[in-house]
């Protein structure tokens, strides 16, 4: 009995910093909109400057003086990003905001291990806390109880700080309504900054006060966003004591899941957050949303077919990478094997995410899925390469068909997180059940046969299938379901008032961006030769999401740009520099601040200028005269 | 002049709304703006208080101009804006949604208080802590023109402030906007009711499809049925 009481209260403990990194990310997203990413970053850079610091100053003064100081330093990081990244995206797409925290992200794990090494840290024990308590013959860190402490009284400050300060009711009004305070003369811009920092010191703080407990290291940002992720969404966005509860119920179920069901203890804590998210969408404490900014893009730009000039280019384009093993050594054509996979994955979000509008967090897992498909056909069942390369995307299929079903149920920034969710799962299955996919050490030896072993070969086969996909998603995109489909993205609510059953659109457009995503994967796997769970992770989900914005979102074609841009830039980094991450970043933010309609976008508009400085009497006088025609 | 607005021209992306518009408000004065749905007399609003973004043209509040400013900095100015469609905010308390629209005192306007406003507006006054979102609609609506002359306004720009109200509210709202009047707050209503219009206002300017196709006192609009017939509903 009194080992459940002392694992209760180990999760008490671990509840501290998750909340107060959680409720700083919503209080973030309740003013300013923007989920943000580099949350985990802050909490990370948190950890590290109260590391340094506390090995500097001596003595129970300089330990807490630097826990808060480090905090203090890192919210007026937060205030530099705030004013130099984020003002000038507020009113871009939530998906771009979300990509430029993330580029955020990039560049901060590689400035953390440029400054403090790669080496886990191993802090100072807190000065009055150093011991432990004997409860019933169990121990109890003396810090846990702190910390358990320290919870509520956050909660308590901070619901003082909104309840009875000026600060707090302009918040909490900006929450509701942006512009109409400003119509009132606040000045948005310094409100927004502050809560920021606000937001940005409670993840720092969270950072700071696990050093007594964890080792600091690079990859503690990543591991703290998802659980955050899933704590914001559980309590409710923009709810702080949501975020409290929540924090207390993901602790409890990390705590007593890893006792009970130690093979799923990591899927535990999603099932939880898809259970609320399909009850409750809007989180146990949020408050439904009114319908959300529809249209990924910023501009509605009409979408048409191409010309037969275009059509010619393009088949020129294809000829011309056709033609690449008549030149390129081996390496060339595995990297060219490998982005004309990408194509395939990028194309297949795009659809979902362009067409339809729905921009999923977790596209990886269905792309994994296709991968772990043909693992099992090809090694377990023995069948041979082709049968495994038609069936192994059904996994992805159906993986799709389940996991869409729910996904949408909801739509903007929750469809992401729901997704985002249902791919941890997919990676934790993968991960913890060993005896079928080897967990970590993945599936090996998955090689093609004969006919497909060489690199030329194996490269015009997945030339080939990129070729295929991508004309046959843009076929669909110009058919009656794309129509159908495209009306949902614009106006769901009007879709469904001229008779279109929106929800099946939608689903069968997951189910199709699905199976396709599964079609690269099953490719993957014969290139690789190999298959591990980091195929259906986060970062390769996100790695989709960049390929797509950066070739522009509004563009039918941009995916495709975006993806061989994105790959080849990515192999090339990571030969030439070990900071590809730091470069990765930059140029990710650059794009989003500067271009943020994507490369094709930029090409497009720059095509148009010149199509209107062009002399404007030519084209007014062409027109009646093709239309006599 | 108190405000002088002159072309203004506003877009909503590729759509042309507000055509060459200009008007007048004098010292002290209650201007009407009259004009159908969608004549653009809310557009013509949001564009002085900056909340469109593509909109050229001068606007000068108390000889400054004021057209390039961030709507914040306008409404410091003391040019208080009420919206239509009553943005109260839902789940903060009536005095809660005044704390948000309180601004510092300004010597050349009406400085008001809480307390003030209570009586003003009684209703509120016995609801200070009730949810915005659980107020009746007159009710909203008198909280968002108290909130806004908790910016101290000396001038205030009220869309449609009669809209959708009972007869009854209707009169306290009448009765409200003449105490302002009489404090020395200048008004810009902007109405489709004319008797409402004619309750209050000074002179009265018509707004048809983004142009200003009349200008004048309330007795030249009545000595001009023709125009009154043509751009107004009644």
Redesign the interface.
Known sequence: MAFYVVQFLTGLASAASLFLVASGLSIIFGVTRIVNFAHGAFYMIGAYIAFTLTERLSGAFGFWGSIVLAALAVALIGVLVEMVLLRRIYHAPELFQLLATFGLTLMVEDLVVLIWGPDDLVGRRAPGFKGAIDFFGQNIPSYDLFLIALGPVVLGILWLLFQRT?WG??V??A???R??????????KWLFTSVFAVGVFLAALGGALQIPRDAVHHAMDLRIIVEVFVVVVIGGLGSIVGAFVAAVLVSELNAFGILIFPKISIILVFLVMAVVLIVRPWGLFGKPEAPARKTPGL?VNPWRPLTSNERLAALAALIIAATLPLFAGNYLLTVGSEIAIFVIFAVSLHFLMSVGGLASFGHAAYFGLGAYGVAFLAKMAGLPMIVCLLLGPLLGCMGAAVFGFFAVQLSGVYFAMLTLAFAQIVWSIAFQWVSVTGGDNGILGVWPEKWAASPSNFYWLALGVAALVTIALRAMVFSPFGYALRATRDSLLRTEAIGINAKRIQWTAFVIAGTTAGIGGALFAYLKGSVFPDNLGISLSVDALVMVLLGGVETVSGAVIGAIVYKALNIWLVSQTDLSKLVLGGFIMLIVVVFPKGIVGMLEMLAQRRRKSSPPGSPLLAKPIESAE | MKLTIEGLNSHY?PAHILFDVGFEVGEGEVVALLGRNGAGKSTTFRSI?G?VAQRTGRIMFEGKDVSLS???EI??EGLG?V?EER?I????TVE??L?????PKRPNAPHWTREKLFALFPNLGEMRGRPGGRMSGGEQQMLTIA??LM?NPSLVLLDEPSEGLSPKIVEQMVDAILTMKKEGVSIVVSEQNLHFARLISDRAYIIERGRICFGGTMAELDARPDIRDAHLSL
Request: aromatic share 4%.
């Open positions: 000026r009711v302009l909490r009004a929450t509701q309504d512009d109409m305070v400003a119509a009132l003369g606040v000045n948005q501009t | 992306g208080v909340l961030p709507t914040h409404v410091r804006y919206p943005r905010f839902t789940d903060l809660e949604n704390e948000v629209g309180r601004q909130r806004t910016g």
